[in-house]
C-alpha cells in the first residue's frame, strides 16, 4: 500500500516542531504527560501536565469560517483532545457557519473582550483580522492562524497546509491526465483564503504544464447541502468537460457523486481535497482519481499545543510556522482510510491503528544553505 506525497509530505510536517526550539518542549511535553487527572476544581486546572506547573484554566477560542462544516470535524477532536492531554478546559469553537467575515471578527472581538487566554483564527479574509489581532496582542492575548493564512497578518504563527502549493502539484497531477479541453474546478468560497490559493496554484500549474487546457471555476458556496446543485448544473452546461475536480471538501465530495450519479465514472478524471465519506467512497470506486489529506486532526491539536506552550513559558517557546503538508489518497489506499474510520480524519473511532510491516520510504530531506 501506498500514499502519493506532496512536496513537503504529511510524513515531515512534525520536524517543523523544531523550528523556534518546539520540538524539545514538545518532546518533553509529551513524554511527561500522564493522563488527566478528574475531580480537581477551583481556580486551578483539572490536570496538570506531567512536569509542568500548575497552570490557570486557561480558555481558549478557535473562530472558524464554517462551523458546522463536516471538514472540521477531526480538527475539533484534535483541539479536544489537546487541551485533555494538557489538562485545561476544551477550546470554544465559534465564528460563522456560512464564511461571514463580519461574524468571525465579531466573535474574535468577543473572545478579546472576554480576555481569553489564546486565539486561533482561520485567516480568510486578508484585511477584516488585522486590527483585531492587533488588539489581542496588545492585551497580552496570543494569536495563532490555522487552516488559512493571509499576507500582511500579525499571527505568531500559522498551522496548516500550504494552500497554493497543494494546488500546484494539484494541477501537475492534472496535467498527466488531461491535457486538452475543459476541466470544471468547484470552489466553495471564491477569495477566501482558504480555498483562492489552491485554486490559483492549479490554474498555474495547467498554464505550464497543459496549456492547451481552460480551467472552468464552478462556484459551490459555503454551505454544503448545495454544493452538488452547484456542481450538477455546471456539468449540465459543459458535458464535454475532461475532468470534474473541488478545492474544498465538500465540493470535492458532490465531484464524487456527480460522477457516479452521471455513469462517468472511467469516462471523466476527478479529484479534490480532504476525507469526507463521500469523497474516500468516490476514490474506492474510481469516480475519484484522488483526493487530498492535510492533517486537519494537526490543525485543531497543534495549535492549542503551541499556545498552551507559549503561555506556560512565558513566550521563551514561540510557536513553529507548520505545514501540515498533503497526501495524495489514491484508490489502493482509500480501503485504509475507510476501514479505520479513525478519528483523526473524522471518522468515529478512537481505537489503535496497527502500523504496517514497513513504512514506505518518504523523499529525501533538503536543507537549504
Known amino acids: 500500500m501506498t500514499f502519493e506525497t506532496g512536496t513537503p509530505s504529511r510524513r515531515t510536517a512534525l520536524r517543523y516542531l523544531g523550528i523556534g526550539g518546539g520540538v524539545a518542549a514538545a518532546s518533553s511535553l509529551l513524554a511527561a504527560c500522564s493522563g488527566v487527572q478528574e475531580g480537581q476544581q477551583g481556580n486551578q486546572s483539572s490536570g496538570k501536565a506531567g ?5 490557570p484554566d486557561w480558555k481558549f477560542v478557535f473562530v472558524n469560517h464554517v462551523t458546522t462544516n463536516s471538514f472540521f470535524v477531526p480538527t475539533r477532536t484534535g483541539m479536544a483532545d489537546a487541551a485533555a492531554l494538557l489538562g485545561i478546559p476544551e ?11 463580519t461574524q468571525m471578527a465579531n466573535a474574535m472581538e468577543t473572545a478579546i473582550n472576554s480576555n481569553v487566554a489564546g486565539i486561533a483564527i482561520a485567516l480568510t ?24 493564512n493571509a499576507a500582511n497578518n500579525y499571527p505568531l504563527a500559522y498551522v496548516g497546509q500550504d494552500l497554493y502549493l497543494s494546488g500546484f502539484l494539484m494541477g501537475q497531477r492534472i496535467a498527466k491526465d488531461v491535457t486538452s479541453g ?7 468560497q471564491p477569495g477566501g483564503n482558504n480555498v483562492q490559493p489552491r485554486l490559483d496554484g492549479i490554474i498555474d500549474a495547467m498554464k505550464a504544464a497543459a496549456p492547451g487546457v481552460t480551467v472552468r471555476t464552478v462556484n459551490t458556496g459555503a454551505e454544503q447541502a448545495g454544493e452538488l446543485n452547484a456542481m450538477t448544473a455546471a456539468y449540465t452546461g459543459n458535458q464535454g ?8 471538501a465538500g465540493s470535492t465530495e458532490a465531484c464524487a457523486k456527480l460522477i457516479a450519479d452521471r455513469g462517468l465514472t472511467g469516462k471523466v478524471h476527478g479529484g479534490g481535497f480532504d476525507l469526507l465519506k463521500g469523497s474516500l467512497e468516490g476514490v474506492k470506486s474510481g469516480a475519484l482519481d484522488f483526493t487530498i489529506d492535510q492533517s486537519p486532526y494537526l490543525q485543531g491539536f497543534l495549535t492549542v499545543l503551541y499556545l498552551y506552550l507559549y503561555r506556560v513559558s512565558g513566550t521563551l517557546v514561540y510557536p513553529p510556522q507548520t505545514d501540515t503538508g498533503l ?21 468515529s473511532k478512537s481505537d489503535l491503528i496497527n502500523m504496517p510491516s514497513s513504512i514506505p520510504l518518504p523523499p529525501a530531506q533538503t536543507l537549504s544553505r
Open 327 to 347: 497526501t495524495f489518497v489514491t484508490k489502493e489506499a482509500a480501503d485504509l482510510y475507510i476501514s479505520a474510520d479513525s478519528k483523526f480524519e473524522g471518522g
Open 91 to 101: 477550546p470554544q469553537w465559534t465564528g460563522s457557519e456560512n464564511g461571514n467575515v
Open 241 to 248: 468537460a475532461k475532468g470534474i475536480y473541488a478545492v474544498d
Open 125 to 148: 479574509d486578508n484585511s477584516a483580522f488585522v486590527e483585531p489581532t492587533k488588539n489581542a496582542l496588545g492585551k497580552g492575548i496570543p494569536v495563532i492562524a490555522y487552516n488559512a
Open 51 to 55: 512536569n509542568f506547573p500548575d497552570t
Open 182 to 188: 475543459d476541466i470544471l474546478v468547484g470552489i466553495s
